[in-house]
């Protein structure tokens, strides 16, 4: 299996849009899947992402064998601080606890911190989401926060959790990661 990721481009907005149609079904994961995906929102993450000039977040889109299967991303990022938010999102359940998020999300970290410069990357992960908490876990993120109530879906309020890792706790950047811009 060979998963690669690259910049969400123009071409990727109608695959995004068709993949996120049971946005009900992504809502509990969090942010941006709490309501319908746009064409006006992801023409935007195309726009920041592809430059010139730096940006506070950059997309991407996860490919598995060459077919698209999720997305994911390093946003908020604090230049001054050199902090950022990572997230990740495989969009068809059928194609989750694949091994696909792994590898896309260790090149995000590979690229923010090495190309980008960032030393300190935040997951926030909704309550629930085991199969996130477990992933990041794995990279070596750690258990920071909880902020009580954070996400309201469906009427009710769940935590979310923060999770950090910094640069310095990183191996070395992960050999066969594949990235194109």
């Known amino acids: 299996m060979a998963v690669s990721i690259r910049a969400l481009a123009e071409d990727d907005v109608a695959h995004?849009?068709?993949?996120?149609?049971?946005w009900e079904e992504l809502a509990p994961f969090g942010p941006p899947y709490w309501?319908?995906?746009s064409p006006a929102e992801l023409r935007r993450k195309v726009a920041v992402t592809a430059g010139p000039q730096p940006s506070i977040e950059y997309y991407f889109v996860v490919s598995a064998d060459g077919v698209l299967v999720g997305e994911c991303s390093v946003h908020a990022i604090d230049w001054r601080n050199r902090v950022a938010q990572i997230g990740v999102c495989i969009w068809d359940p059928d194609n989750r606890r694949r091994g696909y998020g792994r590898p896309a999300v260790q090149c995000v970290l590979d690229w923010g911190?090495?190309?980008?410069?960032?030393e300190r990357l935040e997951a926030w992960i909704v309550e629930g989401n085991e199969p996130s908490f477990a992933l990041f876990r794995r990279l070596g993120f750690q258990h920071e926060a909880t902020f009580r109530g954070r996400y309201l879906h469906a009427g009710v309020r769940k935590d979310?959790?923060?999770f950090g890792l910094l640069a310095s706790d990183?191996?070395?950047p992960s050999a066969g990661m594949n990235y194109r811009h």
Do not use: F, I, N, Q
């Open 16 to 22: 995004v849009l068709s993949a996120c149609k049971d």
């Open 35 to 37: 309501r319908p995906r």
């Open 113 to 118: 911190c090495g190309y980008l410069g960032l």
């Open 160 to 162: 979310m959790h923060v």
């Open 170 to 172: 990183l191996k070395k």
